[in-house]
């Protein structure tokens, strides 16, 4: 921030460290004195590092319009941060003795007075409020460019970045002091829009993430190169390829779809199932944006195919703004490309907690809207585990604005509220942004980060292989001779996914991780992902929905399958897991990693440690649609490596449910 006064500036510093034997070290944005009326806050930190004169193209449309987002200073930054650890460490006297939302809204949430001044300068504006939670932490508007240009007083360009057009202020956007000294952070740019969900489809590779009108499911049929039918379960089916590793030819082929009675097979589920063990009483939240319109007729039919119960009356419900409300759909991949992502959300919750209820809260965009779901769920406390299979394309985002955002994860963990954050499906982000960086909010040290697994599940239900999620693929062909060989040497050169993490370039090294990730990887910063569980496509979980084919009208066609992986499965598996933990002990775990890092120091047994295999693993899969075949090689995930112990891949091991349940009993 910066106070400016006339045309003279003056920078002062805005952000304190977080410190206490209990409490993890952060970046927290404190108030600024009251100025005279004649001056202006300067928010620099919300200039993009993107918004270059390189990226430049000019001036935004006239007619369009842009959200924006104030985030305002809590009334005790560090208070609230601390409070945050100290309700989610064992042995700590305030140990699971979490506020409800009024106390916590009363005692760290801006003042009513101060937020209705910012609302009130923005109105005055002629700015469209679009969002104002109980909490008051932040405030959504939208406004054109020459109405948030003189708001702000800045000047708007459009950018080009990660292949898009995207608008942002040219120069630091201001306020007038007595507005900006309550205000920490001003979002005007719309980086937030590349936010996307964190589920690959099985399929060709590399996986498209084109934006273009959805398709109707019917594919032609394509002579394969390598006929190497799918498996129902690992080693069903085996084909004969080129020498590969150690002069090995005999692969065994890709997974068709993990069912619901496999997972929790593997996952040893099994015998509390029948000792009732099933998610009853629970409720797990789920938010993405917009709404599939078939969500429900889908969950069941799907139940009914594999044998599984069907949703209960109520068991099932949401919050979901009406179609005529969705905001920048074009930048947010559309609700087609959301519906997929609810419906993995929403199936694999039900086939590991099958009577966990399910409150699905949708975003009207990928922006605010899914702070404003968010909220929703945390300002009534309507559930105490929320899986979010969605971030950003690294910390691509100013830094101010993920203070702004982490603060909304404080209030979460004082009210015993477990975040759960997919890490990401494109490694460590290098090949979009030029730099290693792991996803946010993934990389908040308030949520608990989840990263993949590759699962090969024997005919017996059994865990037969289990690796770090990260896919190389090299495509075999025919030569002249009609002789099979390797485009590229063995792995290849075509990354298929692979999980998110690595170091935060934002957030300090929480007290947590310290004896646990090793220093010469996080070299005081935050790490992720905390822990792993089954991500990988091609070893994935089949869903079954109604596609929408037009998102004009969210007209959806006929009742499909497809197969689907990414961290957008790890967070939901997971997320199930601790319902079913809270379940049979009669507890709330709320923000699980301190109590995670205590175990694992204390019993790191406790953990399904994912090690480099003995020699490497890959599967062979020939696309339907083209016929495509490749050698697809596991546990190769860009610059993030999978080592004995912690690592930024999966944590510090595998999710399981004698995890899950030592968590929920809080015992170091």
Known sequence: MTIRVGRAALTRRTTAILSAAACIVALSAVGMPAAQATTRVDYAGSVPAWATSANDAGAPAADTTVEGELYLNLRDAQGAAKLAIAVSTPGNRQYRHWLNPNQWINTYSPTQKDYKSAVAYLQSQGLTITGTPASRLYVVFRGTPDQL????????????????????PSTAPSLPAEVGATVSAVSLDQSRTLTRPDSIQQGDIPASTSTAAPQARSFAAATPTVNAPCSTYWGQNTVTVPPAYNGQTQYPTNICGYVPSQLRSAYGLDTWSKLGVNGSGQTVAIIDAYASPSILSDVNQYSAQNGEPAMAKGQYSQIVPDPSQFTDQELCQEPSGWQTEQTLDVESVHA????????????NNCGGGLDLAMSTILDKKLANIVSNSYGNVGEDVPADVITGEQNIHLQAAAEGVGLYFSSGDNGDEAATLGYASPDFPASSPYVTSVGGTSMGI????????EVGWGVQGDVIVKDAAGNLQYTDPVPGSLFAGGAGGGVSAVNAEPDYQKGVVPDSLAKGHRVSPDLGALADPYTGFEIGFQPIVDDSTLETGPYVNET??????????????????QQLTHTTIGFANPTLYGLNRLAPSAFRDVQPPSSPVAVVYTSKTSGRSFLMTLNTDTSLKVTKGYDDVTGMGAISFDLAHQMALGRH
Do not use: C, M, W
Request: hydrophobic fraction near 45%.
């Open 352 to 363: 590991i907690a099958p009577k966990a209820n399910v409150l699905y809260v949708g975003g």
């Open 149 to 168: 240009n003189a708001a702000f007083d800045t000047t708007l360009h459009s950018y080009e970045h990660s292949g898009r057009q995207l608008i942002a």
């Open 458 to 465: 024997d005919r017996n239900g059994k865990l037969a292989v």
């Open 564 to 581: 689907y992986g990414g961290t957008s499965l790890a967070t939901p598996l997971t997320a199930a897991q601790i319902a079913l933990a």
